[in-house]
């Protein structure tokens, strides 16, 4: 076998990595860009033969999974993202027209109006792409059989995951109850939180949403890369935009470490985290009465609204750790548990049709979930130490900025995630 040395694999994962980011945000074809060395079957046997022997091998063998599942299924994603966004369907309400299924999602949330009649539309379409999404998952545990990795050893950053997804729906269920959702259209308008209107910028950019930070220190001395921004329809546009602007605050910090495949954890776990720890802080009348200027009166409808939005969609995160579970175990276990799964999740049932399409699933969307977990804990610990308006303490931004110096661990036990669960909890429900 020719010589292999880890520090030079690092180098190549990272390039990799970056190349498949860059691609997949321009909808390039990876092709034959990616070294030969990542599909060699010696690399991987070496780093295997590593293990406990280099404290590099884990962390490359798993991002050199990660590699090897995006590229060897990347027209399999590509045929998903066509079914989604490209191929029209005729639909009869609330108009006759032809329309992707992206679109009729799309007008779905900017139409309140016509919002169940193009949901019942997007279920009538979705059968081809739920197909799809089955031959995906079907292909993507061949791939894991193939390499003798299981797909959670490189996508799932804790086995206490699915445990704490069942734990939290059973938890917050009564809470869940009062938001009164029974239909697809009521969770969009739960989700969205289209009442919480007070201060938000006009427009949604990097500069606006960097803007709603109150100290420019959270920034100082980072390149942060752009990344996508919802349409400034809602007030949850606001959330997932800072939610966004967190995400990048934690690449731009781990971008000058050393290995990248320590820098940059594979399952985004840290990343997730920081994330949710952003998109939080409008959960807060601190927040919303000196950053967005609203009254105590409004601030409370504000909160209320954006805490049932954040409480659907923490449920629907859960949703998605149970789903994978469903779609890696087969059609039949799709088929048999399903509706059970998602009534109790969201409080209707979603047709076998509509799996995996709907609410799509991707391979690290359970970090979603446990990062918002561990964020509510963080945010709780910030508050205890530095009082309500902690964002803006600078003790407690040189505090986090200094944590996102550092690698941090990415397996979160099963007790950090039931306190985070608690956290949430007790941040959450009295907003109702």
Do not use: C
């Not at 938890?171 to 029974?182: C, F, H, I, K, Q």
């Not at 909160?303 to 409480?311: F, G, I, K, Q, S």
Request: avoid cysteine; charge should be neutral; hydrophobic fraction near 45%.
């Amino acid at each position: 076998m020719r010589e292999l040395e880890t520090l030079s694999l690092d180098r190549t994962l990272r390039d990799a990595a970056r190349d498949i980011d860059r691609r997949t945000a321009t909808q390039e074809p990876l092709a034959e860009t990616l070294p030969k060395v990542l599909f060699d079957e010696e690399t991987l046997a070496w780093l295997r033969e590593l293990r406990g022997k280099d404290p590099l091998a884990e962390a490359l063998e798993r991002w050199l999974l990660r590699v090897r599942e995006h590229a060897q299924l990347e027209a399999r994603r590509a045929e998903l993202t066509r079914a989604h966004r490209i191929q029209l369907h005729a639909i009869v309400e609330p108009e006759q027209t032809r329309l992707s299924l992206s679109d009729q999602l799309r007008l779905s949330l900017a139409r309140p109006q016509q919002r169940a009649a193009y949901l019942r539309s997007y279920f009538a379409s979705s059968a081809d792409l739920a197909e799809l999404v089955s031959r995906l998952w079907e292909e993507r545990q061949l791939f894991a059989d193939q390499l003798g990795a299981p797909l959670d050893s490189f996508e799932l950053a804790s086995t206490a995951l699915a445990p704490t997804a069942r734990n939290f729906l059973a938890e917050t269920r009564a809470a869940y109850e009062t938001l009164d959702v029974r239909d697809p259209e009521r969770l969009v308008t739960v989700l969205l939180a289209e009442s919480a209107e007070q201060g938000w910028p006009a427009r949604l950019s990097l500069r606006t949403v960097s803007e709603l930070l109150p100290d420019p220190s959270w920034l100082t001395g980072l390149r942060l890369r752009p990344f996508s921004l919802p349409v400034a329809r809602s007030g949850s546009s606001f959330l997932l935009a800072l939610a966004g602007l967190g995400r990048a605050v934690a690449d731009a910090a781990s971008a000058a470490r050393s290995p990248f495949v320590l820098a940059r954890d594979v399952f985004d776990l840290e990343r997730q985290r920081v994330g949710a720890l952003f998109g939080l802080l409008p959960i807060s009348a601190t927040f919303t009465e000196r950053r967005l200027g609203a009254g105590s009166s409004q601030a409370r409808d504000h909160l209320r609204a954006l805490a049932r939005a954040v409480l659907a969609d923490a449920r629907v995160a859960a949703f998605r750790v149970l789903l994978r579970e469903l779609l890696a175990a087969g059609t039949g276990a799709v088929r048999r548990e399903l509706a059970e799964l998602s009534h109790g999740a969201l409080g209707f049932e979603l047709p076998r049709e509509v799996a995996g399409a709907f609410i799509r699933v991707r391979p690290r969307d359970s970090q979603r979930f446990a990062g918002l977990l561990l964020a509510a804990s963080r945010q709780e610990a910030l508050v205890e130490a530095h009082d309500d308006d902690w964002f803006r303490n600078p003790r407690a931004i040189r505090e986090i900025r200094a944590e996102l110096d550092e690698p941090r661990a990415s397996n979160p036990s099963a007790d950090a995630l039931s306190a985070g669960l608690e956290a949430f909890r007790a941040r959450i429900e009295p907003l109702l």
